[in-house]
């Protein structure tokens, strides 16, 4: 039988939740697996910081974290690196998708973005210790599986909804609680975890692509 946590167990009623269960049989699995990820948020954020000097005194973490959004991670890395350049030139924002653009211009208006996720990838890259991120991969981790095929043939998953970004965020806080480890050191843990045992043995960063590829990534167009 699965091991499954019900909502009661949580705090949570169906008055005010759907009616949900997590699947947390292979969190133990995911743990171990996703270990080393750990750290990731403070020492990304620190790298970041570190390897684009030029850029000081401006919000790059923010930056990079608005720019990632549907992006794979070479885009965001070139995404973010035009963002920069273009504030530190007076530039108005351009060649972005519209709500990267209102993302753009509310952070570095010193503004919080709309968007518990995004919000909460943000603090936790500041330091924030309790944000969790839940995205498809840790709803995958949880046995929610918002998953269909389109007629295309093309696989579809659909993002967390309010509820279901609850149910999650609450069992890792408490379950980080009992390990004695930072919510975002857990979420950081599974993600990588999950994203293992699905055959993704490398997560690559930010730094790690500014590092390889420092000349690489051109800051126009």
């Given amino acids: 039988m699965r091991n499954i946590v019900k909502l009661?167990?949580?705090?949570?009623?169906?008055?005010?939740m759907s009616d949900k269960i997590l699947?947390?049989?292979?969190i133990n699995h995911y743990f171990s697996l996703g270990i080393d990820h750990k750290n990731w948020y403070s020492?990304?954020?620190?790298?970041?910081?570190?390897?684009?000097?030029?850029?000081?005194?401006l919000p790059i973490i923010r930056t990079f974290a608005v720019t990632s959004m549907t992006t794979s991670i070479e885009a965001n890395v070139h995404l973010a690196l035009k963002a920069l350049l273009q504030y530190k030139n007076g530039e108005v924002f351009h060649g972005f998708l519209p709500n990267q653009i209102t993302y753009l211009n509310l952070i570095y208006q010193s503004k919080d973005v709309p968007g518990r996720k995004i919000m909460n990838f943000i603090n936790a890259l500041e330091g924030k210790k309790d944000s969790v991120v839940v995205d498809i991969?840790?709803?995958?981790?949880?046995?929610l599986i918002n998953h269909r095929v389109l007629p295309s043939g093309r696989n579809y998953w659909k993002s967390p909804s309010i509820k279901e970004y609850s149910l999650i965020e609450k069992y890792c806080i408490g379950d980080s609680i009992k390990r004695n480890i930072e919510p975002r050191q857990y979420q950081s843990i599974i993600w990588a975890g999950i994203k293992r045992q699905n055959g993704m043995t490398k997560n690559v960063s930010w730094s790690d692509l500014l590092i390889k590829k420092r000349g690489f990534f051109s800051y126009e167009n």
């Fill in 43 to 57: 020492t990304e954020a620190s790298k970041l910081i570190n390897l684009l000097p030029e850029f000081e005194g």
């Fill in 8 to 16: 009661m167990s949580l705090g949570l009623t169906r008055k005010n």
């Fill in 23 to 26: 699947d947390i049989s292979n």
């Fill in 137 to 143: 991969w840790m709803c995958r981790a949880f046995g």
